[in-house]
């Protein structure tokens, strides 16, 4: 190919899968015949605890190996070319939380050079460049144990930039933080998805956004829907309800229906939730169901109703986030 120098496969999708399968030892199926094609932008992954999210992310980023079907980042096969693969994609894993006794300039610098970065000054730039970027320039000189919860996640996200990949798996980044580090992400998640390709599985369907091009939903380890947000929330329609009743007919409804939310008014119950077939009676349908209530109606038609929501969440601890 010309003169380019950038990959001849430049064209192909940044994330191509087909016909995956993934058997772990012991003969737990944990993806299934998995076909998804992501070209670029924020894409999130959803799908209830053990659906798989975690197995697929660490497929595409070479650390699993699939029992069967193929993988492909910007062209390249994740079992043939997995230097050139790794070279394409940050990943900020689950459980990311190590370096704890290193600052965070440490961190970024070691990994910075574990990457190829041999000129000092060009790490230096560089470093700063990702600190910026992630809005951890204060804490530059801390250590990772004395960041608070959602700084650690930043930081994740920072070591998973620092090669400047096209491609960021980010796996369950907002689990344990507060509101405010939650809309923080949410934005850096925006920012950062504006020039290159981000995957983001998470079981919090509010965190994607409206920055969240794309939504690819895993269940039991297939996947049932692949589609911008807005048709999720087309097949919801009708199946969202709002109600103001008593509290005796409330509870009632509540051991019936998976309810979304709860509030009091004037003495009666509003509740909002999700049906399969019938309304309760009383009921409307609304208008605009949020896209959580379109995960969740989508969830229930399916049988799962055990969805886990925001609420669910335990915090993780975050000791001594404001001392130096
Ligand atoms: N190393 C392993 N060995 C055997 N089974 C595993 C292993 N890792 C995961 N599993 C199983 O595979 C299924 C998918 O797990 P995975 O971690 O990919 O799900 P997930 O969607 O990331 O869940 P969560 O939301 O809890 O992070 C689960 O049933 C899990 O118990
Ligand atoms: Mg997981």
Redesign the pocket.
């Known amino acids: 190919m010309a003169l380019d120098a950038a990959s001849p496969l430049d064209r192909s999708p940044s994330i191509e899968i087909v016909g995956l399968r993934h058997v772990?030892?012991?003969g737990?199926v944990?993806?299934e015949d998995v076909n998804l094609t992501i070209e670029s932008g924020l894409v999130g992954l959803l799908?209830?605890?053990?659906?798989?999210?975690?197995?697929?992310?660490?497929i595409i980023c070479t650390l699993v190996e699939p029992s069967d079907g193929e993988v492909r980042i910007a062209g390249y096969d994740v079992r043939t070319d997995r230097l050139s693969v790794r070279g394409m994609l940050g990943y900020l894993p689950?459980d990311f939380g190590g370096w704890r006794l290193h600052r965070v300039e440490e961190v970024l610098d070691t990994l910075a050079r574990l990457s190829g970065l041999r000129s000092k000054s060009t790490r230096r730039e560089r470093v700063a460049d990702v600190i910026d970027q992630v809005g951890l320039t204060e804490v530059a000189r801390r250590k990772v144990k004395k960041l608070s919860g959602g700084m650690v996640r930043r930081l994740g996200v920072a070591q998973a930039l620092i090669h400047e990949p096209d491609v960021l798996v980010v796996?369950?980044p907002t689990v344990g933080l507060d509101p405010e580090e939650r809309i923080r992400f949410r934005q850096l998640m925006a920012d950062i998805g504006r020039d290159r390709t981000i995957l983001l599985?998470t079981?919090i369907v509010a965190d994607l956004g409206a920055a969240c091009r794309e939504i690819a939903l895993?269940d039991a380890?297939t996947i049932v829907f692949q589609g911008p947000p807005s048709n999720l929330v087309a097949l919801a329609d009708g199946k969202v309800f709002s109600v103001a009743t008593s509290v005796t007919y409330a509870e009632q409804i509540e051991a019936e229906y998976e309810v979304v939310s709860r509030a009091i008014q004037g003495g009666e119950v509003v509740l909002r939730g999700v049906a399969v077939d019938r309304l309760p009676e009383g009921a409307d349908a609304v208008d605009e169901p949020t896209l959580e209530e379109s995960y969740m109606a989508f969830m229930a038609a399916r049988g799962r109703s055990e969805v886990?929501r925001q609420d669910d969440e335990v915090d993780e601890p975050t000791d001594g986030r404001d001392e130096e």
């Open positions: 772990y030892p012991g737990h944990a993806l799908g209830p605890n053990g659906a798989g999210k975690s197995t697929l992310m660490r689950q796996d369950e599985s079981h895993l380890g886990a």
